[in-house]
T-cell receptor, first 109, second 110 residues
């Protein structure tokens, strides 16, 4: 059973701060890693994906991957109230997706 | 508009009454899948399909069936629903492995 672990939170940060979301995975053979954002009552939407060790930046979002430690993180810089949502980490093993249970983020104005 | 559609969006039914949830995508994606989302358990993949006529079990396939006769459609069938299948269901389609989710179907089985 492949596992993806996330702290459920809730995580609260003040507006303008950096939010740091973490995820670990059990399958060392996993190759692709994804971060989804899910607003309450809505469907998940993809915000970042990363395949290689290191950092990948897209606007205010940075995904970090460390395959040796089986760890992937998402940093949100200059957090805004509109970033308040649940963030889901996902990995792909074979052709199957495995999701964490999500971390709830609240950005306080 | 590129999208994944699901119908119905809400459904209340009774134990044992067969039902089908439809899923359709207009992005010509080869990969499609079904998930259920439950509090504390997250998103779990039920079935997925790499292409027409190719389907595979995910983590929680028991009590579900799927078919992929056309590229755009991937219906989820519950032949004899039970209360433990009460959940929020999402269909998704993927370009490579970048998934696009439908709006969800909230199913209640009494």
């Amino acid at each position: 059973q492949k596992e993806v672990e996330q702290n459920s939170g809730p995580l609260s940060v003040p507006e303008g701060a950096i939010a740091s979301l973490n995820c670990t995975y059990s399958d060392r053979g996993s190759q692709s890693f994804f971060w989804y954002r899910q607003y309450s009552g809505k469907s998940p939407e993809l915000i970042m994906f990363i395949y290689s060790n290191g950092d990948k930046e897209d606007g205010r979002f940075t995904a970090q991957l460390n395959k040796a430690s089986q760890y992937v993180s998402l940093l949100i810089r200059d957090s805004q109230p509109s970033d308040s949502a649940t963030y889901l980490c996902a990995v792909i093993g074979g052709n199957q997706f495995y999701f964490g249970t999500g971390t709830s983020l609240t950005v306080i104005p | 508009e590129a999208q994944v559609t699901q119908n119905p969006r809400y459904l209340i039914t009774v134990t044992g009454k067969k039902l089908t949830v439809t899923c359709s995508q207009n992005m010509n994606h080869e990969y499609m899948s079904w998930y259920r989302q439950d509090p504390g358990l997250g998103l779990r993949q039920i079935y997925y399909s790499m292409n027409v006529e190719v389907t595979d079990k995910g983590d929680v396939p028991e009590g579900y069936k799927v078919s992929r006769k056309e590229k755009r459609n991937f219906p989820l069938i519950l032949e004899s629903p039970s209360p433990n299948q009460t959940s929020l269901y999402f269909c998704a389609s993927s370009y490579r492995y970048e998934q696009f989710f439908g709006p969800g179907t909230r199913l209640t089985v009494l």
